[in-house]
């Protein structure tokens, strides 16, 4: 057998910086006027689960609060960790597309399935590949996609999948981390400082055990050894500052709170990270910090890490 030609990127600039905003598990849309009855056992499931209290903790009217200050910030990229609608219904994906539509084209935003949108895989997964076409690998896959942005290398991987009912677990697969790794070692030999986007949380024992990555040991391994510089995640609605290990020291993990949480019935409020990836001929220099709507932030980034690659 022919082994495969290694992948290669062409050689990043010497310098640049960006400024991304991360959001998170928006579940923006509404269930109104879809008849329950019309609608699967699991599906159902969640339509009680909206009715009864997501459609109460997650309000568009807070989602648009966080994307305005956000816009406050005049964000050139924007990263969409997942779950933006609640059971993955066309209507809904549909709604999630327009709004995706509202903060740029594929360009300048990325955007990454979260559990919720994938519920069914025959139907969900279907309708989102459809709709969502701009916002994702070209043509359809597969996972990961790569956009570069600068000497930024912007990689966003699908760890939603559809899950038995009381889990929101999610995974990867052997072939996606094997694209991941060829992706991360070309960019980094390239050059890039490597961001990679993910809906669960990427790390062990980073998440409960029902809504964890299954496969987030062999994650962690791979970029402990192809190495990254920054890991942005969703899924747990919560902002926090974590980090795995890399080849050269610790590699920054990033979550983000819902974009729509009220901070009722005990909800964390809404909020979003802001962040600047500036790149030198010799480092990569992350800062940022966790927004909360009407509170303090949650924590500060401020890492010089080293540039991986050669630099022409």
Known sequence: ?????????????????????????PHLSSLNGIAPLSLGDQRLLGWLSWRRRRRLVHQRATLDAVVSAARGEAPEHWCITGD??????????????????????????????????????????AHLQRLWAPYLPDPKGPWPRLQL???VALITVNSGHAAPPAFATGGLGAAQLQRLQELLRAAGAAGYARVIMIHHAPGPGMDKWRKRLVDAKALASLVAEAGAELLLHGHCHESLSRSLAGPQGPVPVLSAPSASATGERGCRQAGYNRLAVTVSETEVHLAGVGVRLGDAPNWHLDARLKRPGAIP
């Open 149 to 151: 942005r600068g000497a």
């Open 84 to 125: 933006l609608t609640h059971i993955g219904h066309e209507q809904e994906l549909s709604e999630a597309l327009t709004w995706l539509q509202s903060l740029g084209d594929g360009d300048t935003v990325s955007v990454i399935p979260g559990n919720h949108d994938v519920y069914i895989p025959s139907r969900s997964e």
């Open 1 to 25: 057998m022919t082994p495969a030609t290694p992948l290669v990127l062409p050689a990043a600039p010497r310098e640049s910086s960006i400024k991304l905003a991360h959001l998170s598990d």
